[in-house]
């Protein structure tokens, strides 16, 4: 990480002004002796991150958003802790089946990459818990309701308990993701907020997870200023559907004022708006997030994301 100090005011349209210091600083997320492995198999696109020793020892899924790629420093610090962690592709990959801009997996890929994992000889098998963050959390509670998926528990980061983009079907079919373009709203600076597309009330019945199977511990984090997804509502629903079904003991929720949408490990600087794509058109989202209460969101999440883990997944 580059830091410089510039003279006098410097805003992104300038030129850069003169140049007054500059210190590069490098940041750690693999802890000596930690292995990093590429998976690629049975169809199944990612990364384990083991940590040192034989093992076997307990373990994360790892299931970021729609950004898409492979996001790995979460599972590096995971398994930095102690934890194997496995980060999943499921889009935007280019090991992965289809066009990189829609979903062209189902529900057998995430069954498969949970399965991957629990076999794994370093793993312990009943002690894999499940973490998603933005739309990997509507992934997490859909994997998790499979009557034959048992995780130990699970960790929800701003994202939907539904959703009206499908993933594939058996046949690997797939349907455009343009469908909840209606639902997106847009500030004076035309940045877009997809907020809107993932309130209960504009999801399909249908898409809605019941989590009429779900026997595991599961923690919710909201970020009351995410402009992305409407985190809050969901968090609601996610409890309701809980009590509902005489469950309500399995949830635990932590609310942070101020936090935007991107909740990430401590230090991990926060951008209320960045660039989304470029082509077929320039999209400038908006995360939301103001930032000393982010910045403290992710210091106070983090630690209790930790003791969380250790409490479900330690034996």
Same mark, same amino acid.
């Given at each position: 990480?580059?830091?410089?100090?510039?003279?006098?005011?410097?805003?992104?349209? +300038?030129?850069?002004?003169?140049?007054?210091?500059?210190?590069? *600083?490098?940041?750690?997320?693999?802890?000596?002796?930690?292995?990093?492995?590429?998976?690629?198999?049975? @169809?199944?696109?990612?990364?384990?991150? !083991?940590?040192? #020793?034989?093992?076997?020892?307990?373990? &994360?899924?790892?299931?970021?958003? &729609?950004?898409?790629?492979?996001?790995?420093?979460?599972?590096?610090?995971? *398994?930095?802790?102690?934890? %194997?962690?496995?980060?999943?592709?499921?889009?935007?990959?280019?090991? !992965?089946?289809?066009?990189?801009?829609?979903?062209?997996? @189902?529900?057998?890929?995430?069954?498969?990459?949970?399965?991957? $994992?629990?076999?794994?000889?370093?793993?312990?098998?009943?002690?894999? #818990?499940?973490?998603?963050?933005?739309?990997?959390?509507?992934?997490?509670?859909?994997?998790?309701?499979?009557?034959?998926?048992?995780?130990?528990?699970?960790?929800?980061?701003?994202?939907?308990?539904?959703?009206?983009?499908?993933?594939?079907?058996?046949?690997?079919?797939? /349907?455009?993701?343009?469908?909840?373009?209606?639902?997106?709203?847009?500030?004076?600076?035309?940045?877009?907020?997809?907020?809107?597309?993932? !309130?209960?009330?504009?999801?399909?019945?249908?898409?809605?997870?019941?989590?009429?199977?779900?026997?595991?511990? $599961?923690?919710?984090?909201? #970020?009351?200023?995410?402009?992305?997804?409407?985190?809050? /509502?969901?968090?609601?629903?996610? +409890?309701?559907?809980?009590?509902? *079904?005489?469950?309500?003991?399995?949830?635990?929720?932590?609310?942070?004022?101020? %936090?935007?949408? $991107?909740?990430?490990?401590?230090?991990?600087?926060?951008?209320?708006?960045?660039?989304?794509?470029?082509?077929?058109?320039? !999209?400038?989202?908006?995360?939301?997030?103001?930032?000393?209460?982010?910045?403290?969101?992710?210091?106070?999440?983090?630690?209790?994301?930790?003791?969380? &883990?250790?409490?479900?997944?330690?034996?």
């Amino acid at each position: 990480m580059l830091m410089s100090l510039l003279k006098g005011h410097v805003s992104p349209s +300038e030129r850069p002004s003169t140049e007054l210091a500059a210190v590069t *600083a490098e940041r750690w997320y693999m802890a000596p002796g930690v292995r990093r492995i590429d998976i690629r198999q049975n @169809g199944v696109v990612g990364t384990l991150f !083991l940590p040192p #020793g034989p093992g076997p020892f307990p373990a &994360m899924l790892d299931l970021w958003g &729609m950004g898409g790629g492979l996001v790995e420093y979460r599972s590096a610090l995971f *398994a930095s802790r102690g934890y %194997a962690s496995f980060s999943l592709a499921y889009i935007g990959h280019k090991d !992965l089946p289809g066009p990189q801009h829609r979903i062209n997996v @189902g529900d057998p890929y995430f069954k498969s990459a949970f399965q991957l $994992l629990q076999d794994h000889p370093q793993v312990y098998r009943d002690s894999v #818990g499940i973490i998603g963050l933005s739309f990997g959390v509507y992934l997490t509670l859909r994997l998790a309701n499979h009557s034959d998926i048992k995780p130990s528990c699970l960790i929800c980061i701003n994202g939907p308990a539904g959703s009206n983009i499908k993933l594939a079907d058996a046949d690997g079919r797939t /349907e455009q993701m343009e469908n909840d373009q209606k639902y997106w709203t847009y500030d004076d600076q035309g940045n877009v907020s997809f907020r809107a597309v993932s !309130l209960p009330a504009n999801l399909s019945p249908e898409s809605k997870v019941e989590l009429d199977h779900l026997t595991c511990p $599961l923690m919710c984090i909201v #970020g009351e200023d995410d402009l992305s997804a409407s985190s809050i /509502e969901n968090a609601n629903l996610i +409890e309701e559907t809980l009590s509902a *079904a005489v469950k309500s003991q399995l949830f635990t929720r932590l609310s942070y004022p101020g %936090a935007g949408h $991107l909740i990430e490990p401590p230090y991990t600087p926060n951008s209320r708006a960045s660039l989304w794509s470029v082509k077929p058109q320039k !999209l400038v989202t908006l995360w939301g997030g103001h930032l000393a209460l982010h910045a403290a969101a992710q210091e106070a999440s983090w630690k209790k994301i930790l003791e969380f &883990m250790e409490t479900n997944l330690r034996h």
